[in-house]
């Protein structure tokens, strides 16, 4: 088996923890404990997998074996990680670490001291504070951490796309990763599917044609969408895509967020733009945001931006309890966004 790897002191988009040590799913390795944490369940599927085929690579007849975290009985580690009769190898992979007994701390603490030889234990801890004193002690031990924490912002998503496009050996120009975020980026597993059957039907550089050809309809229901021609003062179109978009299913909550990012968006450039270049380039947007902020800039006034960002504010309320009715409450700030672009 290879030794343990240190844990890295950088932080990754990857899926690490802004500021928090660790290694990214990719830099996964077979070390006699290796602690696999985070949200994120692609990421840690992938660092699990990666790990195991590394010691399969290593040792072909290496014996896998599975531990549920809920199912756990005090000494089932040891029984499982102790020698077998041809002492093959071992990978033991504990799922749900987080949702064990205390028994399974108090084991993985003891086991700590004296891993056994040819045995690679993989600790899934799904987040959360259960369990803080046995992750204490892993990390005080410098046992290598996988970080898989959720990628939720645009920016990470978009990162991710290309990084998977180009692990495949193909690559997208912005449009169309942007595109392809909007219609399937609200769950990496699907998003990552998506990638896949891009790179399995079509051939040579993926443009917007490429990616509205397979997934047009679900790019028109996003909610990005809804807050584009919402921005643009379209009520008709707004509301049609918004109807469309509750009946295909989308929650109304990420609506409202898709709104309130785009507000945000619009204050910021707005608050600077008179300031010239260099204030632009300092408020952390891309170039691309910039330019599309300043265009739709064009319709919109000081007041009209305020009253928006109001009704956003009291939707994002309501939408998440306040309020009695979700659907409506999102499109009337939709309807309410659209008038105000236009005041």
Known sequence: MPPATRSSSRSSGRGASRG????TWEEAAPAPIVLVRGTEGLLVDRA??????LAREADPDVEVSRLEGPQYAAGMLGVTTSPSLFAEDKVVVVDG????PDELFADVTAYLDAPAPGVVVVLRHGGGVRGKKTLDALRAAKVPEVTCDAVTSDGDKTAFVTAELRRAGRRADAAAVRALV??????LRELASACAQLVADTSGMIGPDVVER?????????????ADAAIAGDAGQAAALLRHALATGLDPVPIVAALAMKLRT?????AVRSRGQGALRDIGLAPWQVDRAQRELRTWTPEGLAVAISVVAQADAEVKGEGRDPQFAVERAVLRVAAAARS
């Open 20 to 23: 928090a040590p660790g290694l």
């Open 48 to 53: 699990t997998e990666r790990i195991v085929a």
């Open 97 to 100: 670490l987080e949702q064990g």
């Open 182 to 187: 909007d219609a399937v980026g609200s769950d």
């Open 214 to 226: 397979y997934y047009g309809g679900r790019i028109e229901a996003t909610g990005f969408r809804v």
């Open 266 to 270: 619009l204050a910021k450039v707005a």
